[in-house]
């Protein structure tokens, strides 16, 4: 009815007896979600409505070797943050959260997608009841709240977006300008932290600003030795010691042929295929093939990587594996801290 309607109301218009209505302002509110954390140790009400988390202690956190020298950059008043880079899944993020939840600090993490400008990190202006209205993006928000910023996927930020971060880490005092015409002073607390899970060449979709490295100081984030990551699969997934042992060792094979298979095999992906089996009571060679080789891609497009790794399972005697056996309880997790640098703390009073 409504198009018939429209249909006789354009023809009176075009006859000249009726005389067009005023366009109609449909409005659309702006969705928060992007500003939303993904906090896997976060607590219901530990994000607020500003988008800031305050983190929880992760209890099993294993201090990886390079955490003294993050917490240097993230406490000492010169330097306003640092660049984590490496393989996914050791523990970039989640030592952001842990430190931040140890110095009680807020947080801002934020998914940064392909061809972000400057712009959705500093924010826009929506039309809203009529009026322009500016809507803060992350790194406003951070500022505001002088809390920390951690931008994960980094290398996807447009080239503009590296040189205004540039200006408010360098230590100038250069504050924020944005669109509604204030001016944001950056405070003593406010940090950048730039996560990259594209390997030690920070490959992906762009270099690092040179400039930027040099402002937040890189750090290589390995993955942790064979002892913690069959201290944390225990904790995780409470198989037994043989299971977390066979599983470890596959990985690091599996870690060892990246550069044939484009694949890094993650704590994430251990814990699959042991809830897999766990869950489904499959067999190893199943979990195997849905939680690593399905990730790697398709089967004809993916079958030279798929079929590396297949191999090495294979080579590794996956078809051998007993069923595994599950503690009623988590046991200890006691995390062998010795490959940790003894350097002095030299974080600033």
Request: with cysteine; aromatic share 8%; hydrophobic share 40%.
């Amino acid at each position: 009815m409504s198009d018939v309607i429209s249909y006789v109301e354009q023809e009176m218009i075009r006859m000249g007896l009726a005389t067009p209505r005023p366009p109609t302002v449909i409005e659309v509110e702006r969705a928060d979600a992007q500003l939303t954390p993904l906090a896997s140790n976060a607590n219901d009400d530990s994000v607020t409505d500003d988008g800031t988390e305050t983190p929880s202690i992760i209890g099993d956190f294993c201090e990886p070797s390079w955490f003294k020298r993050f917490k240097l950059y993230m406490t000492n008043p010169k330097f306003r943050g640092a660049s984590l880079f490496g393989p996914r899944g050791t523990g970039k993020t989640t030592s952001v959260r842990q430190l931040a939840a140890i110095l009680s600090q807020r947080v801002i993490v934020f998914q940064c997608a392909g061809g972000m400008t400057i712009d959705d990190l500093v924010g826009v202006r929506d039309i809203r009841n009529g009026a322009t209205m500016f809507t803060p993006g992350p790194l406003t928000l951070a500022i505001m709240n002088d809390v920390w910023l951690v931008l994960e996927e980094a290398n996807n930020l447009g080239t503009s977006v590296p040189a205004a971060i540039n200006t408010l880490t360098d230590g100038s005092g250069t504050p924020l300008r944005t669109k509604d015409g204030k001016i944001h002073a950056v405070g003593k607390n406010f940090r950048c932290v730039l996560c990259y899970n594209e390997g030690s060449a920070y490959s992906g979709t762009r270099e690092v600003n040179a400039a930027l490295k040099d402002r937040l100081p890189p750090i290589y984030c390995n993955y942790m030795s064979e002892d913690n990551e069959r201290a944390l699969l225990r904790s995780r997934t409470e198989a037994d010691d043989n299971t977390c042992d066979n599983i470890v060792k596959l990985a690091n094979a599996c870690r060892a042929s990246i550069k044939s298979t484009g694949f890094d095999f993650s704590p994430r992906s251990m814990v699959a295929m042991i809830e897999l089996v766990k869950e489904l009571g499959c067999t190893w060679k199943d979990a195997f093939e849905w939680a690593i080789l399905d990730k790697v891609g398709d089967p004809i497009e993916k079958a030279t990587q798929r079929s590396v790794l297949a191999n090495i399972a294979e080579m590794s005697g996956i078809t051998s594996w007993f069923m595994p056996v599950f503690h009623d309880t988590t046991p200890d997790v006691v995390f062998d801290t010795s490959s940790v640098s003894d350097e002095e703390d030299l974080s600033a009073e």
